[in-house]
């Protein structure tokens, strides 16, 4: 057994119950999910989610990347291999990684994917509109998305000018906030509480929360009301 004195993890609260960072976007005619976490086969069966058209990544680190194996579920049943969006760097890593899914002998049963390089360009994934957003985790270039009036950003510490103005005039951000001592590649919640106001979004919420951040309860009482910490199985509607 190991034991634990984080505030966090002794909490009986569900919504400090965090899974890795993973969002699911859906219409009616179209599913996708940005990253895969090693968490992600989990994630699709609690969210009994039995039809997923794409994969969109962020960037290669283990922690968005590691649970793209059990697309195999999805290959199965949907009898056809996922489409997968990544920029170059991100599909350098799921080429290395899951080497074994390119190989020209493949094992009956392993992952079928086809791959599409993005880069900053707009493109959709059936009925929804990508706008790809680069930001800085550290010294990494990573992807953020705006779709409609949504924008997701994760594993970021850093966003340009010119990247900022695509984020401008959404109804509703996701943003990380790591915690609230200073980090070399994410921002701390006042910095992402900052950059939410500077950009004026109405309705913002922050995830990749370490426990070091503190309780779901606690945090949201220090915010604004239009911020709040995200929370695992929130579901919002944009229309």
Request: hydrophobic content about 40%.
């Amino acid at each position: 057994m190991i034991a634990c004195d984080c505030v966090v993890c002794a909490s009986t609260d569900p919504k400090d119950k965090r899974l890795r960072s993973s969002v699911l976007v859906q219409t009616a005619q179209t599913t996708i999910v940005i990253d895969t976490t090693p968490d992600f086969r989990y994630q699709m069966l609690r969210s009994h989610t039995r039809k997923l058209d794409a994969v969109l990544f962020t960037h290669p680190h283990k922690d968005h990347l590691a649970g793209l194996d059990d697309i195999r579920a999805f290959n199965f049943r949907q009898q056809r291999p996922m489409d997968i969006y990544a920029n170059s760097l991100t599909e350098e890593a799921v080429r290395r990684d899951f080497y074994y899914a390119f190989t020209d002998t493949r094992y009956p049963g392993v992952p079928e994917m086809n791959l599409h390089t993005i880069d900053l360009s707009p493109f959709r994934i059936g009925d929804i509109p990508v706008i790809p957003i680069e930001a800085y985790h550290h010294k990494m270039p990573v992807y953020g998305f705006r779709i409609g009036g949504f924008t997701y950003i994760t594993d970021a510490n850093r966003i340009e000018e010119t990247e900022k103005d695509k984020i401008r005039g959404s109804s509703v951000l996701v943003l990380n906030a790591l915690r609230k001592e200073a980090h070399v590649s994410h921002f701390t919640l006042q910095e992402a509480v900052d950059l939410a106001t500077e950009l004026a979004i109405p309705e913002v919420y922050f995830t990749h929360i370490s426990h070091q951040l503190g309780t779901h309860a606690a945090i949201n009482q220090e915010l604004p009301g239009h911020m709040r910490l995200a929370y695992d199985g929130l579901e919002l509607t944009l229309h």
